[in-house]
């Protein structure tokens, strides 16, 4: 079975532009989870989609979104970048149809913002 | 409020055995999950403890301990490969499929 995708892998964009990062989970998976992991604060939650629905929201402002599709890839969506947006973006996919299930990761989006 | 938290670097000899420790405190609690990640690559799931006890599988073993808040990784035999970061989580009852990482502790293994 292939694992968890992500795409790109790497991406270079100045402050205030706008970015997309795309996530396609293994398949049969339904729940799409999204990470930001940076060195001073580690692997932090963003938030969770199943069945094309956010069912959980992390500590983060509202320039963060994402949305999930009917094929259960799902989209990150990060509105006028910040320096301190560079990080390491991770999805994670799960069965997770009662809300609890062991995540398999993909291997992260590189985002730098000059 | 939700903590926690685990040695920020150990080190250890090819061949030996480490243990590596990680302690939680939360209001609800749905187990706990252990990933290795290398440097530059994602995390790979190593185990999963929602029951007291210890789960063994191969040189990985973890052991988890509801009433202290407690789990431990143990690793056996250690490889020059096992040298990498070992994140701790643990998934909250009121938050679903979210779980909440420890910094990780890197593990340098030496010849």
């Known amino acids: 079975k292939a694992g968890v995708t992500q795409t790109p892998r790497y991406l270079i964009k100045t402050r205030g532009q706008q970015v997309t990062l795309s996530c396609s989970p293994i398949?049969?998976?339904?729940?799409v989870s999204w990470y930001q992991q940076t060195p001073g604060q580690g692997l932090q939650f963003l938030f969770e989609?199943?069945?094309?629905?956010?069912?959980n929201k992390g500590n983060f402002p509202g320039r963060f979104s994402g949305r999930q599709f009917s094929n259960s890839r799902s989209e990150m969506n990060v509105s006028t970048l910040e320096l301190g947006d560079s990080a390491l973006y991770l999805c994670?996919?799960?069965?997770?149809?009662?809300?609890?299930?062991?995540?398999?990761f993909g291997p992260g989006t590189r985002l730098t913002v000059l | 409020g939700q903590n926690i938290d685990q040695p920020t670097e150990m080190t250890a000899t090819e061949g030996a055995i480490v243990q590596i420790n990680c302690t939680y405190q939360?209001?609800?609690?749905?187990?706990l999950f252990w990933y290795q990640q290398h440097a530059g690559e994602a995390p790979t799931f190593l185990s999963y403890?929602?029951?007291?006890g210890l789960e063994e599988k191969g040189r990985f073993s973890s052991f988890l301990s509801r009433s202290k808040g407690y789990s431990y990784l143990l690793l056996k035999e250690l490889q020059m490969k096992d040298s990498a970061s070992y994140l701790c989580?643990?998934?909250?009852?009121?938050?679903?499929?979210?779980?909440?990482f420890g910094g990780g502790t890197r593990l340098m293994v030496k010849p």
């Open positions: 403890n929602v029951l007291d």
């Open positions: 939360t209001s609800g609690f749905n187990g």
């Open positions: 989580a643990f998934l909250n009852t009121n938050a679903g499929n979210m779980l909440t």
């Open positions: 989609y199943f069945s094309e629905t956010q069912r």
């Open positions: 398949s049969g998976h339904r729940s």
């Open positions: 994670a996919s799960s069965m997770a149809a009662r809300g609890a299930d062991t995540q398999y």
